[in-house]
């Protein structure tokens, strides 16, 4: 029998535990993609490990299980349109992201069923599981050593993420990952490695299969609401010259030249409000500085342009965009740098 409607009720859905709302993956968006990612592992010859998926409060797998938790957020669109308003970022958004979030975490299901972290080889290539691992750390963009799969240069995070973002490129269709590392030596020979232990592992059974849950969705008892409120970071200070900074772009765009069009004027705060989402996803993913910390970013340029009361000529849109853009990927790659020192 399916869930109370809290709406049909009179209450709202967001004050209820989690655990209340009715998430299954069952009749959800996910159910069809978790059935395409099924048929993936049987193209690539992976028979004798499967996951199981759960819903949970984020995407991983528990260190020694083989259980997938995807994010309950993705199996309502209502919830993953809250999501985004409170968080800014959505991993997972569309069949194909959440297609590159599972292939990443069955790297993890692989090393953990098979103990591929154990073997010296493991070991040598992509290093210790006794490593600290890092929520945030000093990214190396472009790097030859390390695949690129996740956004953030996420292989960089720890020898765990490394290994699976690495059988995540192995196991994506249509990717030619010879031709794509081709002058990475390091990348590529982990690669190699992932392609030789796959077809090594194909008629192997796993040496665990635990299916321990972590914050299952039926026992989250703590409401959407709640979650949300526990989501937010501490705002880096930001950095000092920023009004400048941000005046002398508008100061540019609306010089002598500017001035003589009657062209109508838009709000820059409006201008950074709308690039919002897109810049939060693109800054994170080429500098490594997540979202939580971006947003506060983007919020405080949006306010301090609003009180300056900058505009922009409306034919020089495309020319706001790119300063603001390079602005802000300066000023997170620069936070990064700061709070992770060589």
Same mark, same amino acid.
């Given at each position: 029998?399916?869930?109370?409607?809290?709406?049909?009720?009179?209450?709202?859905?967001?004050?209820?535990?989690?655990?209340?709302?009715?998430?299954?993956?069952?009749?959800?968006?996910?159910?069809?993609?978790?059935?395409?990612?099924?048929?993936?592992?049987?193209?690539?010859?992976?028979?004798?490990?499967?996951?199981?998926?759960?819903?949970?409060?984020?995407?991983?797998?528990?260190?020694?299980?083989?259980?997938?938790?995807?994010?309950?957020?993705?199996?309502?669109?209502?919830?993953?349109?809250?999501?985004?308003?409170?968080?800014?970022?959505?991993?997972?958004?569309?069949?194909?992201?959440?297609?590159?979030?599972?292939?990443?975490?069955?790297?993890?299901?692989?090393?953990?069923?098979?103990?591929?972290?154990?073997?010296?080889? %493991?070991?040598?290539?992509?290093?210790?599981?006794?490593?600290?691992?890092?929520?945030?750390?000093?990214?190396?963009?472009?790097?030859?050593?390390?695949?690129?799969?996740?956004?953030?240069?996420?292989?960089?995070?720890?020898?765990?993420?490394? %290994?699976?973002?690495?059988?995540?490129?192995?196991?994506?269709?249509?990717?030619?990952?010879?031709?794509?590392?081709?002058?990475?030596?390091?990348?590529?020979?982990?690669?190699?490695?992932?392609?030789?232990?796959?077809?090594?592992?194909?008629?192997?059974?796993?040496?665990?299969?635990?299916?321990?849950?972590?914050?299952?969705?039926?026992?989250?008892?703590?409401?959407?609401?709640?979650?949300?409120?526990?989501?937010?970071?501490?705002?880096?200070?930001?950095?000092?010259?920023?009004?400048?900074?941000?005046?002398?772009?508008?100061?540019?765009?609306?010089?002598?030249?500017?001035?003589?069009?009657?062209?109508?004027?838009?709000?820059?705060?409006?201008?950074?409000?709308?690039?919002?989402?897109?810049?939060?996803?693109?800054?994170?993913? %080429?500098?490594?500085?997540?979202?939580?910390?971006?947003?506060?970013?983007?919020?405080?340029?949006?306010?301090?342009?609003?009180?300056?009361?900058?505009?922009?000529?409306?034919?020089?849109?495309?020319?706001?965009?790119?300063?603001?853009?390079?602005?802000?990927?300066?000023?997170?790659?620069?936070?990064?740098?700061?709070?992770?020192?060589?």
């Amino acid at each position: 029998m399916p869930a109370p409607d809290p709406h049909e009720q009179g209450l709202d859905p967001w004050a209820l535990p989690i655990r209340d709302l009715g998430l299954a993956i069952a009749g959800s968006p996910l159910e069809p993609i978790l059935e395409e990612f099924n048929a993936e592992l049987s193209r690539v010859g992976i028979h004798r490990v499967r996951p199981r998926f759960y819903l949970s409060t984020e995407w991983g797998v528990c260190e020694g299980t083989v259980a997938i938790a995807i994010p309950f957020y993705l199996a309502r669109p209502d919830l993953m349109a809250l999501h985004a308003d409170r968080i800014g970022h959505v991993e997972g958004v569309g069949r194909a992201d959440v297609l590159r979030y599972l292939r990443h975490e069955m790297g993890h299901v692989v090393n953990y069923a098979h103990e591929l972290f154990k073997t010296d080889e %493991w070991v040598e290539l992509f290093g210790s599981m006794d490593q600290p691992y890092r929520e945030e750390f000093r990214v190396e963009p472009f790097s030859r050593r390390f695949v690129r799969h996740l956004p953030g240069w996420y292989a960089q995070k720890h020898p765990d993420e490394d %290994w699976s973002e690495t059988f995540a490129v192995w196991m994506t269709p249509g990717i030619d990952w010879h031709a794509d590392y081709v002058d990475g030596p390091e990348a590529l020979a982990k690669l190699q490695y992932c392609d030789r232990t796959m077809t090594a592992l194909a008629d192997r059974d796993p040496v665990v299969t635990a299916e321990a849950l972590h914050q299952d969705v039926s026992e989250l008892d703590f409401s959407v609401r709640e979650f949300y409120r526990s989501q937010s970071f501490e705002p880096d200070p930001f950095p000092a010259g920023l009004d400048v900074a941000l005046r002398s772009i508008f100061e540019d765009l609306g010089g002598p030249e500017a001035s003589l069009t009657t062209a109508p004027r838009k709000l820059t705060s409006g201008l950074i409000t709308r690039l919002e989402r897109d810049l939060v996803a693109d800054v994170y993913r %080429w500098t490594g500085h997540v979202p939580e910390r971006t947003r506060p970013l983007l919020k405080h340029l949006a306010e301090r342009a609003e009180q300056m009361a900058l505009v922009y000529p409306e034919p020089n849109e495309t020319a706001a965009v790119v300063a603001l853009t390079t602005l802000v990927t300066t000023v997170a790659m620069n936070l990064v740098l700061q709070r992770n020192p060589a």
